[in-house]
Protein backbone atom coordinates (compact mmCIF):
# COMPACT_ATOMS: atom_id res chain seq x y z
CA UNK A 1 0.00 0.00 0.00
CA UNK A 2 0.93 3.37 -0.62
CA UNK A 3 0.40 6.92 0.79
CA UNK A 4 0.70 10.23 -1.20
CA UNK A 5 1.33 12.68 1.21
CA UNK A 6 0.90 15.33 -1.41
CA UNK A 7 -2.62 16.02 0.21
CA UNK A 8 -3.46 15.73 4.07
CA UNK A 9 -3.52 12.18 5.12
CA UNK A 10 -5.54 11.69 8.96
CA UNK A 11 -4.20 8.87 10.49
CA UNK A 12 -5.85 7.11 13.28
CA UNK A 13 -3.35 5.95 15.78
CA UNK A 14 -3.87 2.59 17.65
CA UNK A 15 -1.90 0.11 19.18
CA UNK A 16 -4.47 -2.71 18.65
CA UNK A 17 -4.84 -3.07 14.68
CA UNK A 18 -7.82 -4.75 15.19
CA UNK A 19 -9.57 -1.00 15.69
CA UNK A 20 -8.46 -0.89 11.55
CA UNK A 21 -12.65 -1.61 10.95
CA UNK A 22 -14.02 1.54 13.00
CA UNK A 23 -11.19 3.83 11.76
CA UNK A 24 -12.18 3.60 7.54
CA UNK A 25 -15.26 5.51 7.48
CA UNK A 26 -13.13 8.39 9.33
CA UNK A 27 -9.61 7.83 8.74
CA UNK A 28 -6.84 7.69 5.23
CA UNK A 29 -4.22 5.52 7.29
CA UNK A 30 -3.81 3.68 10.49
CA UNK A 31 -0.31 4.87 12.91
CA UNK A 32 0.36 1.41 14.44
CA UNK A 33 2.02 2.32 17.70
CA UNK A 34 3.52 -1.06 18.07
CA UNK A 35 5.68 0.40 21.44
CA UNK A 36 2.13 0.23 23.06
CA UNK A 37 0.36 -2.94 22.39
CA UNK A 38 1.29 -6.37 23.13
CA UNK A 39 0.90 -7.66 19.76
CA UNK A 40 3.99 -6.14 18.61
CA UNK A 41 5.45 -6.86 14.98
CA UNK A 42 3.74 -9.99 15.37
CA UNK A 43 0.69 -7.76 15.37
CA UNK A 44 1.56 -6.16 11.92
CA UNK A 45 2.81 -9.13 10.18
CA UNK A 46 -0.67 -10.51 10.41
CA UNK A 47 -2.38 -7.59 9.42
CA UNK A 48 -4.90 -7.75 6.65
CA UNK A 49 -6.76 -4.73 6.74
CA UNK A 50 -8.42 -1.82 4.11
CA UNK A 51 -6.11 1.33 5.23
CA UNK A 52 -2.39 1.27 4.77
CA UNK A 53 0.02 1.91 7.65
CA UNK A 54 2.10 4.31 9.01
CA UNK A 55 4.40 2.08 12.17
CA UNK A 56 5.83 3.80 15.02
CA UNK A 57 7.76 2.42 17.84
CA UNK A 58 8.85 5.17 19.98
CA UNK A 59 11.70 4.84 21.98
CA UNK A 60 11.04 6.05 25.93
CA UNK A 61 12.86 9.42 25.99
CA UNK A 62 10.40 10.48 22.96
CA UNK A 63 7.08 9.83 24.64
CA UNK A 64 6.79 6.05 23.91
CA UNK A 65 7.57 2.90 25.55
CA UNK A 66 9.68 1.10 23.65
CA UNK A 67 13.02 0.39 24.85
CA UNK A 68 16.50 1.80 23.27
CA UNK A 69 17.94 -1.35 21.39
CA UNK A 70 19.27 -2.90 18.46
CA UNK A 71 15.84 -4.97 18.18
CA UNK A 72 14.20 -1.85 17.81
CA UNK A 73 15.47 -0.68 15.21
CA UNK A 74 15.39 -4.15 13.77
CA UNK A 75 11.55 -4.21 14.32
CA UNK A 76 11.35 -0.98 12.05
CA UNK A 77 13.84 -1.78 9.37
CA UNK A 78 11.32 -4.92 8.89
CA UNK A 79 8.35 -3.21 8.38
CA UNK A 80 9.60 -1.69 5.63
CA UNK A 81 9.33 -4.75 3.77
CA UNK A 82 5.98 -5.24 4.89
CA UNK A 83 2.98 -4.87 1.97
CA UNK A 84 0.68 -3.10 3.70
CA UNK A 85 3.22 -0.51 5.62
CA UNK A 86 3.32 3.16 3.64
CA UNK A 87 5.65 5.19 6.14
CA UNK A 88 7.54 4.22 9.20
CA UNK A 89 8.54 6.87 12.16
CA UNK A 90 11.78 7.60 13.49
CA UNK A 91 13.36 9.94 15.71
CA UNK A 92 15.56 12.67 14.60
CA UNK A 93 17.89 11.97 17.87
CA UNK A 94 17.90 8.58 16.92
CA UNK A 95 18.58 9.21 13.52
CA UNK A 96 22.26 7.59 12.66
CA UNK A 97 21.04 4.29 14.75
CA UNK A 98 17.89 4.21 12.57
CA UNK A 99 19.94 4.20 8.83
CA UNK A 100 19.23 0.76 8.64
CA UNK A 101 15.70 1.99 8.37
CA UNK A 102 16.16 4.77 6.05
CA UNK A 103 18.56 2.57 4.19
CA UNK A 104 15.70 -0.37 3.57
CA UNK A 105 12.64 2.54 2.65
CA UNK A 106 15.53 3.64 0.19
CA UNK A 107 14.09 3.14 -3.74
CA UNK A 108 10.86 1.57 -2.26
CA UNK A 109 7.40 3.13 -1.66
CA UNK A 110 7.85 3.29 1.99
CA UNK A 111 8.22 6.89 3.43
CA UNK A 112 10.28 8.04 6.09
CA UNK A 113 8.41 10.16 8.89
CA UNK A 114 11.23 11.65 10.74
CA UNK A 115 9.88 13.28 14.27
CA UNK A 116 10.70 15.61 17.11
CA UNK A 117 8.62 15.79 19.62
CA UNK A 118 9.05 18.46 22.49
CA UNK A 119 6.59 18.32 26.24
CA UNK A 120 7.86 20.85 27.74
CA UNK A 121 7.55 24.08 25.30
CA UNK A 122 7.34 25.40 21.76
CA UNK A 123 10.78 26.59 21.04
CA UNK A 124 11.60 30.08 19.11
CA UNK A 125 10.77 30.08 15.36
CA UNK A 126 14.08 30.04 14.45
CA UNK A 127 14.70 26.49 16.54
CA UNK A 128 11.09 25.27 15.10
CA UNK A 129 12.32 25.63 10.85
CA UNK A 130 15.44 24.28 12.20
CA UNK A 131 14.15 21.08 13.79
CA UNK A 132 11.98 20.58 10.71
CA UNK A 133 14.72 21.06 8.40
CA UNK A 134 16.92 18.63 9.83
CA UNK A 135 14.74 16.12 9.94
CA UNK A 136 13.17 16.63 6.31
CA UNK A 137 17.00 16.28 5.21
CA UNK A 138 16.97 12.88 6.53
CA UNK A 139 13.03 11.57 5.23
CA UNK A 140 10.48 12.33 3.39
CA UNK A 141 8.48 14.05 5.68
CA UNK A 142 9.44 16.16 8.78
CA UNK A 143 7.15 15.81 11.88
CA UNK A 144 7.34 18.37 14.99
CA UNK A 145 5.07 18.19 17.47
CA UNK A 146 5.28 20.60 20.59
CA UNK A 147 3.85 21.53 23.43
CA UNK A 148 1.71 24.98 23.55
CA UNK A 149 1.71 27.19 26.66
CA UNK A 150 -0.63 30.24 24.64
CA UNK A 151 -2.22 31.14 20.85
CA UNK A 152 1.36 32.52 20.54
CA UNK A 153 2.93 29.04 20.72
CA UNK A 154 0.49 28.03 18.29
CA UNK A 155 1.34 31.03 15.80
CA UNK A 156 4.71 30.50 16.00
CA UNK A 157 4.35 26.73 14.63
CA UNK A 158 1.49 27.68 12.09
CA UNK A 159 4.17 30.40 10.53
CA UNK A 160 7.28 27.87 10.57
CA UNK A 161 4.68 25.39 8.36
CA UNK A 162 3.48 27.80 6.28
CA UNK A 163 7.29 28.62 5.18
CA UNK A 164 8.85 25.15 5.12
CA UNK A 165 6.10 24.51 2.99
CA UNK A 166 6.37 27.46 0.47
CA UNK A 167 10.14 25.97 0.52
CA UNK A 168 9.21 22.71 -0.92
CA UNK A 169 9.30 20.54 2.57
CA UNK A 170 6.89 17.69 3.11
CA UNK A 171 5.52 18.31 7.50
CA UNK A 172 3.43 17.41 9.52
CA UNK A 173 3.07 19.84 12.75
CA UNK A 174 0.69 20.03 15.28
CA UNK A 175 1.14 21.51 18.79
CA UNK A 176 0.11 19.24 21.98
CA UNK A 177 -1.78 20.74 25.39
CA UNK A 178 -5.16 22.69 25.54
CA UNK A 179 -3.66 25.09 24.53
CA UNK A 180 -2.54 24.50 21.07
CA UNK A 181 -5.69 21.39 20.59
CA UNK A 182 -6.98 23.69 17.75
CA UNK A 183 -3.63 23.29 15.75
CA UNK A 184 -4.66 19.94 15.16
CA UNK A 185 -7.62 20.97 13.43
CA UNK A 186 -5.61 24.41 11.67
CA UNK A 187 -2.28 23.11 10.81
CA UNK A 188 -3.51 21.80 7.06
CA UNK A 189 -4.39 24.78 6.18
CA UNK A 190 -0.98 25.84 6.57
CA UNK A 191 0.73 22.96 5.04
CA UNK A 192 0.90 20.19 7.69
CA UNK A 193 0.46 16.85 5.70
CA UNK A 194 -0.34 14.48 8.41
CA UNK A 195 -3.25 14.65 11.56
CA UNK A 196 -3.04 11.79 14.21
CA UNK A 197 -6.45 11.01 16.10
CA UNK A 198 -7.51 7.79 18.47
CA UNK A 199 -10.29 5.58 17.14
CA UNK A 200 -11.46 5.48 20.80
CA UNK A 201 -11.51 8.93 22.83
CA UNK A 202 -10.24 7.23 26.35
CA UNK A 203 -7.43 6.02 24.13
CA UNK A 204 -5.40 9.51 23.38
CA UNK A 205 -1.40 9.06 22.04
CA UNK A 206 -1.01 12.36 22.88
CA UNK A 207 -1.88 15.68 24.84
CA UNK A 208 -4.88 17.26 23.15
CA UNK A 209 -6.02 14.94 20.54
CA UNK A 210 -9.42 15.14 19.32
CA UNK A 211 -10.84 11.49 18.82
CA UNK A 212 -10.91 10.44 15.05
CA UNK A 213 -14.71 11.17 13.66
CA UNK A 214 -14.36 14.95 15.37
CA UNK A 215 -11.04 15.78 13.89
CA UNK A 216 -12.23 14.07 10.40
CA UNK A 217 -15.40 16.62 10.29
CA UNK A 218 -13.39 19.85 11.87
CA UNK A 219 -10.71 19.14 9.17
CA UNK A 220 -13.13 18.75 5.91
CA UNK A 221 -15.20 21.51 7.46
CA UNK A 222 -12.44 24.12 7.42
CA UNK A 223 -11.08 22.59 3.94
CA UNK A 224 -14.47 23.45 2.57
CA UNK A 225 -14.33 26.84 3.40
CA UNK A 226 -10.75 27.69 2.46
Not at 45 to 70: F, H
Not at 123 to 150: F, M, N
Not at 158 to 169: I, K, R, S
Not at 198 to 205: C, G, H, L, R, S
Request: charged residues 25%.
Amino acid sequence: MTLSFAEFVLAASTAELSEEPAARDHADAVEYRMDLGEAGFDGLAAYDGELPLIVTDRVEWEGGESADTPERIDRLTRAVDQPNVAAVDVELAAVEDCQPVIEAATGTDVSIIVSVHDFEETPERDELAAKLDAACEHGDIGKLAVTAQSRADVLDLLAVTHEQTAVGNTVATMAMGEAGRHSRAVAPLYGSRIGYAPVDPEAATAPGQYHLEQLRSLVDALDDDA
